[in-house]
């Protein structure tokens, strides 16, 4: 029998994966995306030892700064919003991989100044010739650039290199328009080069759902309609819409996270046991999953909208969507909403999905909560479990990442009176070292060429299809109803769970 040293094995997942010779060409660098998520991880990659020594990073922007400008940028930026501490010798490395390109999108002149950049970098970097574009744009230009990137050969690698490009969500606004855009990435980069970024899947406790569900005995046998009654899939958020008037106006908040964050978490706790965690193999899973989601008849019953009113939130006095700066005082932009989705496997047959998500609620959170089934029988009197509720399974991906059991127990006394405990596992408490950025993780895995967690197209679609039919009925609906700031959303969402004999979690 030959024994294999797991410390010696290059395919060891528990190895920190570090990247080859590469680069990333980055548009949008005056964005806060770029200045807040992808310039801090960039350096939190580089700061953890993931990054090659000659890692180059080249800005894409319409200012006239040269490179010592932009770095400056990127200094900046790093300052602020990297996870990691500063280090001087650290920095001073991966800056010297700088450099700046300054142009429109329809600039033929500033692509040719880009390949050339390139090129530069490839000799004196030693970045291979491997790159990848990543475009921090919104989806409007995206066609723009691609096809830039193709006309000036930057989308084509030599022998032995790669070319990847990186998009942001939204990918697209219903399904006509994400098939149009998933062509035209399809037709300048072949689809394991496309990467698309939703960077909930890239959250430590999102990855925690295939851990906590496939490597324990304890969980996957209750894992179906025996012994779940329904689940509920919550993206809070106590904030308004700040300053993101021109982007939220129009899409909402079912495009803006339903039909991304919510449904890829769904797919995560609905999908059958992969028959591995690479690419191809949880993608299928998930797909699964997607296809075999069922609308209800009734969608007036089984949805809800919202906008949110005036109100209080965190002690202050704020105000409601339709007086916030930029946006229109007849919009019908939904700042609240929630679905009823069903499952057509034998698993989940009869458990209803609820999936609900909105701005200026009670508190920010992110959660799923697997809500199990009463116990058939209870040998106790009616007033020893009056305050027993359904046990539960809490899966918390923000802001204290970790999980709650809810189970009953005896009060200590020498009556039998059952209440609900919770039993807590924290990331905090249990591990040592802190939680990397999912930025960290998502941009490590573009630049290793490695997608689990990013949606492919079929997926992308998959999901307009089942949200399409609710924004069309919502729109002859007309306006959304209404709800004060800091409560949990419009008594339609509540009357909706009701109908089911159910009610919203407070978390």
């Given amino acids: 029998m030959t024994y294999t040293n797991p410390l010696r094995d290059p395919q060891d997942r528990r190895l920190p994966r570090i990247a080859g010779p590469c680069g990333m060409v980055l548009f949008g660098v005056t964005g806060d995306l770029s200045r807040k998520k992808v310039m801090p991880a960039i350096y939190d990659l580089a700061n953890r030892g993931l ?9 894409f922007a319409r200012r006239d700064w040269a490179n010592q400008d932009f770095a400056q940028i990127v200094h900046d930026s790093v300052k602020a919003h990297a996870r990691t501490e500063f280090r001087e010798e650290v920095w001073k490395q ?13 600039d033929d002149v500033a692509f040719d100044t880009l390949r050339r950049t390139i090129e530069e970098l490839d000799d004196v970097r030693g970045t291979g010739g491997n790159h990848a574009f990543y475009l921090a744009i919104p989806p409007a230009f995206f066609g723009d650039v ?26 697209g606004h219903d399904l006509e328009s994400a098939r149009e855009l998933n ?35 304890m ?14 899939i919550t993206m809070a958020e106590d ?62 019953l089984a949805t809800a909208r919202g906008q949110y009113a005036e109100g209080w939130q965190g002690g202050e006095k704020v105000v409601g969507f339709l007086e916030e700066e930029g946006i229109r005082k007849t919009s019908t932009t939904e700042t609240f909403a929630a679905v009823r989705l069903d ?60 999980m709650t059991i809810r189970f009953g127990s005896k009060v200590p006394g020498t009556a039998m009176e059952i209440r609900d405990v919770n039993m807590d596992f924290a990331y905090g408490g249990s591990f040592t070292e802190e939680s990397p950025e999912a930025y960290e993780r998502l941009i490590l ?13 079929e997926e992308v679609e998959l999901s307009w299809m089942i949200l399409d039919p609710i924004l069309d009925a919502w729109a002859k609906k007309g306006k959304p109803d209404a709800y004060e700031s800091g409560t949990w959303g419009p008594a339609s969402a509540d009357k909706m769970l009701a109908r089911d004999g159910r009610v919203w979690r407070r978390p």
């Fill in 445 to 457: 895995d573009v630049l290793l060429g490695d997608p689990p967690l990013f949606p492919r197209h």
């Fill in 239 to 300: 904030i308004g819409i700040g300053g993101r008037a021109g982007y939220y106006d129009g899409i909402g908040a079912a495009r803006d996270v339903i039909q991304n964050h919510l449904l890829q978490l769904m797919c995560l706790v609905a999908m059958e046991e992969p028959t591995s965690f690479d690419a191809e193999s949880l993608r299928i899973e998930k797909q699964k999953v997607l296809k075999s989601i069922a609308l209800p008849r009734r969608l007036d």
């Fill in 343 to 402: 499952v057509d496997t034998r698993r989940w047959a009869g458990v209803p999905f609820y999936l609900r998500t909105g701005k200026r609620l009670g508190r920010r959170v992110t959660e799923v909560a697997v809500v199990f089934k009463q116990a058939p029988h209870l040998p106790f009197s009616q007033s020893s479990t009056e305050e027993l509720t359904h046990n539960a399974l809490v899966i918390r991906v923000q802001p204290d990442e970790g």
């Fill in 51 to 59: 990054l090659p020594p000659g890692f180059s990073l080249v800005g």
């Fill in 94 to 106: 991966l800056a010297e991989g700088f450099r700046f390109v300054s142009g429109d999108f329809d």
């Fill in 183 to 217: 062509g035209i990435l399809d037709g300048v980069f072949p689809p394991g080069s496309i990467f698309r970024i939703d960077h909930y899947l890239g959250k430590e406790t999102v990855q925690n759902i295939l851990a906590m569900r496939f490597a324990n005995a």
């Fill in 219 to 232: 969980f996957e046998p209750l894992w179906n309609n025996n012994y779940v009654d329904h689940v509920q």
């Fill in 146 to 171: 691609v096809g830039q990137l193709q006309e000036h050969g930057l989308a084509d690698p030599a022998e032995g290199s790669w070319r990847r490009v990186v998009v942001e969500k939204p990918f």
